[in-house]
């Protein structure tokens, strides 16, 4: 699963995050945000902030604004380097539970279904 979290500050070009990053040595890395609606915005490439593993320079032009209040859900991240900032998953079950949802899904890799 890809590192993720709250984009709970912002300045400019920099993201302060709710969870730390890790970088892999030479490899492009990629934030994606979720917009209000649920919708995906990036990925963006981004770079280290050094000394503060829980900043993130984001290189390309941001096309939302991450929401970092209080009186809503902020804007949700997902991290990695090259296409490890998301995985593709099929949706098995969707059940209620009380207040919550319960969504149950697999790994989806479409190498392995034949054409």
Not at 11 to 30: F, I, K, N
Not at 71 to 84: D, K, L
């Amino acid at each position: 699963m890809p590192p993720g979290g709250e984009v709970i500050g912002h300045q400019g070009d920099v993201l302060a995050l709710s969870e730390p990053l890790e970088w892999a040595e030479g490899a492009t890395h990629y934030l994606a945000l979720r917009r209000r609606d649920g919708g995906l915005a990036g990925p963006f490439r981004g770079e280290a902030v050094p000394g503060d593993a829980t900043k993130v320079r984001v290189l390309d032009p941001l096309t939302i604004t991450p929401y970092v209040g209080g009186s809503e859900e902020r804007t949700y991240f997902s991290f990695g380097p090259g296409q490890a900032w998301a995985q593709t998953a099929r949706v098995l079950a969707i059940r209620s539970r009380a207040e919550q949802v319960e969504i149950l899904v697999v790994a989806e890799e479409s190498r392995v279904h034949v054409n």
